[in-house]
């Protein structure tokens, strides 16, 4: 892509921005130009941010966050912690897949709907199921996938078999660990 040339990502990602900025000024009930005196910021420039014009910089939003009261996550949220760009534009593009599937739905009568509703449910549950289950590595000639209750049972699972990911023998913490965790899951799951 060229210079200036946004991605249908970047572009959805300052629509939300402008959004954001907009509806929290609302919110807190002042003008847009009285806000860009509060926040520092060149009544233009916040313009162009609410216009969807251009995207604040770093320092802007800060100024603008500050201003609020808010993170500059709640206003850009690829600016959460560990939340790239391209992890939010990847969201993005999975959200666009539903959108597409419910998009496509639509157009179908109920019959068809209620399939691609009964398909939907069966693949979640096949994912569930998937989850709830752990492959081993190979026992000898053998592949065997072990059920997670089956890991918190030492009777059930020889740990001395396991090895991380660089081949080396579990040691008692990690063994330890690995179980606690596992554990914890299908606390969790049981809920």
């Known amino acids: ?15 939300l921005i402008s959004n954001n900025i907009r509806q929290k ?9 009285e806000f860009a005196r509060k926040a520092g910021i060149p009544p233009t420039t916040l313009s162009g941010y609410i216009k969807g014009v251009t995207r604040p910089n770093a320092g802007n939003l800060q100024k603008i966050s500050d201003s609020l009261g808010i993170l500059k996550s709640d206003i850009d949220p690829s600016y959460k912690k560990g939340y790239s760009l391209e992890e939010w534009q990847s969201k993005q593009e999975q959200t666009s897949t539903v959108a597409e599937i419910v998009e496509v739905s639509k157009s179908l009568n109920d019959i068809r709907q209620e399939k691609v509703l009964s398909f939907a449910k069966n693949e979640k ?3 569930e199921k998937e989850s ?8 000898g000639e053998q592949n ?4 997670l209750a089956d890991l918190v049972d030492d009777s059930k699972v020889d740990w001395d078999k396991w ?24 606390e969790d799951k049981d809920k």
Do not use: C, W, Y
């Not at 970047?10 to 629509?15: A, D, G, R, T």
């Not at 709830?132 to 026992?139: Q, R, S």
């Not at 065997?144 to 059920?147: G, L």
């Open 163 to 186: 090895v991380s990911f660089d081949g080396k023998p579990l040691t008692d913490e990690i063994k330890n660990a690995m179980k606690l965790a596992l554990g914890k899951r299908l």
């Open 132 to 139: 709830t289950k752990i492959v081993a590595l190979k026992n």
């Open 144 to 147: 065997q996938t072990v059920d």
């Open 125 to 127: 549950k096949d994912q």
């Open 25 to 33: 000024i609302k919110e807190k009930g002042v003008s847009q130009a």
């Open 1 to 15: 892509m060229g210079r200036g040339t946004l991605t249908p990502q970047e572009e959805e990602l300052k629509k």
